[in-house]
């Protein structure tokens, strides 16, 4: 079993910023691709960011400039940092771990989701 417990979500006025963390617990051999995803009202859930264990990282178009993502390896946490947010940014972001346990299983894990709401 893995645990994801995200925190850094809130209430944020257009054009500031936020750090969301996403700290992956439990039963880990390794960690391998860590995303940020998030969901509007009424929207389906839409990829934010991913990098890989390497570092290489993918940004939504609409998000690229604005937001970066990071991780830390030893401590299985990864990190949302946003800029210039705007009322679209609005939405419940969920954290997304693939993790592999010391049988070579893999398996997805999300977390429970932090909301971010920009006021305009």
């Known amino acids: 079993q893995v645990q994801l417990v995200e925190s850094g979500g809130g209430l944020v006025q257009a054009g500031g910023s936020l750090r969301l963390s996403c700290a992956a617990s439990?039963?880990?051999?390794?960690?391998?691709?860590m995303a940020w995803y998030r969901q509007a009202p009424g929207k389906q859930r839409e990829l934010v960011a991913e990098?890989?264990?390497?570092?290489?990282?993918t940004l939504a178009d609409s998000v690229k400039g604005r937001f970066t993502i990071s991780r830390d390896n030893a401590k299985n946490t990864v990190y949302l940092q946003t800029i210039s947010l705007n009322p679209e940014d609005t939405a419940v972001y969920y954290c997304?771990?693939?993790?592999?346990?010391?049988?070579?299983?893999?398996?997805?894990?999300w977390g429970q989701g932090t909301q971010v709401t920009v006021s305009s």
């Open positions: 997304y771990a693939k993790s592999i346990a010391i049988s070579g299983r893999a398996a997805d894990n």
């Open positions: 439990g039963s880990i051999f390794r960690i391998d691709v």
């Open positions: 990098i890989t264990r390497g570092g290489s990282t």
